[in-house]
C-alpha cells in the first residue's frame, strides 16, 4: 500500500460518510489525517455532536467508550481496540462499589480516563479541561475523586473548603517525570516556560508556570510569545505544538514521554478498520444508560 495509504483512508472515509478523531498523543500521521484532533473534552463533544453516523476514534478505549455513551446510535471504530490506559484500569466496579459504600453522603467524581462500567457509578466526570469548572458548580462538601490521584489532589488545592477523599491511582508515564529532569532543561534554557500536565506530581506542578489539559498546554505556547517551553507531558502534543508554532522550542523532561497504548494506532490498522468496519465499540446497554448520566452532567456542569 505505501505510501497511497493516505489517499485510501481520506477515499473510504467519504465511502462510508465517516470521520476521524485523534487524540493529541496519537502518532504524527494520524494526527495528520484526522478530521478532528483534541483534547479529551473536545474529542468527547465532537463525537456527541458530529452529524456523521461513523465515527473512527484514534485514542485508547476510555475515549471510544465515551463516544459510544454520548452517541449510542452511531457506530464507534477503534483502530487498535486492545489500546486501553492503565490509569483507567486502576479502579474496576467492584472497587468503586465498595469505595462508595464506605462514604455514603459523598459526591463522586471519576476523571473520564476511568472505564464506561466505572462511570456508571459516579456522579459526573471531569476532564483536565473542565475539572475546576465542574468543582465549582458542585455544592457538596466531600467528594469521591477517582482514580488520578495527582489531579485529585490538584483539584482539591482549588477547593480548600470541600473534603476530598483520593483513589490511589495514577498515569506511570505523567507520574514519572523527575523533577531533576526539568530543573536540566531548566538550566540549559533558563528563559523557557515549565508547562504540566495535571497528572504530574506535586513537586513538578509547584515549579509549573502553567498547568492544564493537551489543549490548554497547546494554547499557552501558541498565544504567548515566549521562544522556549518545558513540556511536561506526553510527546505527542509536540506535532501540534511545531505546527502551531515552528519558530519555538519545546523540550520533553527525559528527552522522551510516550504512551505506549495511544501509540498503537497505525495507518494501516486505521485503513483496515475503515475497509473492513472492524473493531467497532459495544458496550452493555444498561451500563450505557447509566454512564451517560456522568458523561451529561460533565458537559453540562463544564459551561
Ligand atoms: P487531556 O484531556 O489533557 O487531553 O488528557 C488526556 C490524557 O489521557 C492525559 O494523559
Ligand atoms: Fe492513560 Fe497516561 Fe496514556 Fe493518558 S498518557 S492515556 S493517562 S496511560
Not at 489525517?33 to 473534552?41: K, L, N, P, T
Not at 485514542?59 to 489500546?83: C, H, R
Not at 502534543?237 to 519558530?247: A, F, G, H
Request: glycine share 4%.
Amino acid at each position: 500500500m505505501g505510501k497511497n495509504i493516505t489517499e485510501e483512508i481520506e477515499k473510504l472515509k467519504k465511502e462510508r460518510n465517516a470521520i476521524i478523531l485523534a487524540h493529541y498523543y496519537q502518532p504524527d500521521e494520524i494526527q495528520e489525517i484526522a478530521d478532528y484532533v483534541g483534547d479529551s473534552y473536545y474529542l468527547s463533544e465532537i463525537a456527541r455532536d458530529s452529524v456523521e453516523n461513523i465515527i473512527v476514534f484514534c485514542g485508547v478505549k476510555f475515549m471510544g467508550e465515551s463516544a459510544k455513551i454520548l452517541s449510542p446510535n452511531k457506530t464507534i471504530l477503534m483502530p487498535s481496540l486492545d489500546s486501553g490506559c492503565a490509569m483507567a484500569d486502576m479502579i474496576n466496579e467492584g472497587e468503586i462499589i465498595e469505595f462508595k459504600n464506605k462514604y455514603k453522603d459523598a459526591y463522586t467524581v471519576c476523571y473520564i480516563n476511568s472505564s464506561a462500567t466505572v462511570k456508571a457509578h459516579c456522579d459526573v466526570s471531569v476532564t483536565s479541561s473542565s475539572a475546576l469548572d465542574i468543582l465549582n458548580s458542585i455544592e457538596n462538601k466531600q467528594i469521591l475523586f477517582l482514580p488520578d490521584r495527582n489531579l485529585g489532589e490538584y483539584i482539591a488545592e482549588n477547593f480548600k473548603e470541600k473534603e476530598f477523599i483520593l483513589w490511589d491511582g495514577c498515569c506511570k508515564y505523567h507520574n514519572n517525570i523527575k523533577i531533576n529532569e526539568i530543573y536540566e532543561l531548566k538550566e540549559k534554557y533558563p528563559n523557557s516556560k515549565i508547562l504540566v500536565h495535571p497528572e504530574c506530581q506535586k513537586q513538578i506542578r509547584d515549579i509549573a508556570d502553567y498547568i492544564g489539559s493537551t489543549a490548554g498546554i497547546i494554547n499557552y505556547a501558541t498565544n504567548n510569545d515566549y521562544k522556549d517551553y518545558i513540556i511536561a507531558t506526553e510527546e505527542g502534543i509536540l506535532y501540534e505544538l511545531k505546527k502551531k508554532n515552528p519558530d519555538k522550542n519545546f523540550y520533553i523532561p527525559g528527552g522522551s514521554i510516550s504512551c505506549v497504548d495511544m501509540k498503537k494506532t497505525t495507518l494501516n490498522n486505521l485503513y483496515d478498520t475503515l475497509l473492513n468496519m472492524k473493531n467497532e465499540v459495544i458496550l452493555d446497554e444498561s451500563v450505557s444508560k447509566n454512564a451517560l448520566k456522568c458523561l451529561e452532567n460533565m458537559h453540562s456542569l463544564a459551561k
